[in-house]
Nanobody, 120 residues
């Protein structure tokens, strides 16, 4: 089973930046062939997809973060990053990473996530 550990969250003022990390406990070859997404869930809201990166390093972003967030991956150390710039109060949420498929809404396993709080 692939397990993900998120880190890097914290409290930041609006307009600031954070860099989130996601470490996967799998072999490097396995990590290199899976597509990964960053997700977030704010209090009282449904979990949403924020950004994805494929095994070929193609990326996609939610419209709400496009131009502000950048997803990347370092296959050598089984890590995916989310660089978050120009943060807005609306970005406040618990951020999770997981494999990305079209069936992500039915995933049974999610890690602890990392909390991002953006203050005005």
């Amino acid at each position: 089973q692939v397990q993900f550990v998120e880190s890097g969250g914290g409290l930041v003022q609006a307009g600031g930046s954070l860099r989130l990390s996601c470490a996967a406990s799998v072999s490097t070859v396995t990590f290199s062939i899976i597509d990964i997404g960053w997700y977030r869930q704010a209090p009282g809201k449904q979990r949403e997809l924020v950004a994805t990166i494929s095994s070929g390093r193609r990326t996609n972003y939610a419209e709400s973060v496009k131009g502000r967030f950048t997803i990347s991956r370092e296959n050598a150390n089984n890590t995916v990053y989310l660089q978050m710039n120009s943060l807005e109060v609306e970005d406040t949420a618990v951020y999770y990473c997981n494999r990305w498929t079209t069936s992500w809404r039915s995933y049974a396993y999610w890690g602890q996530g990392t909390k991002v709080t953006v203050s005005s």
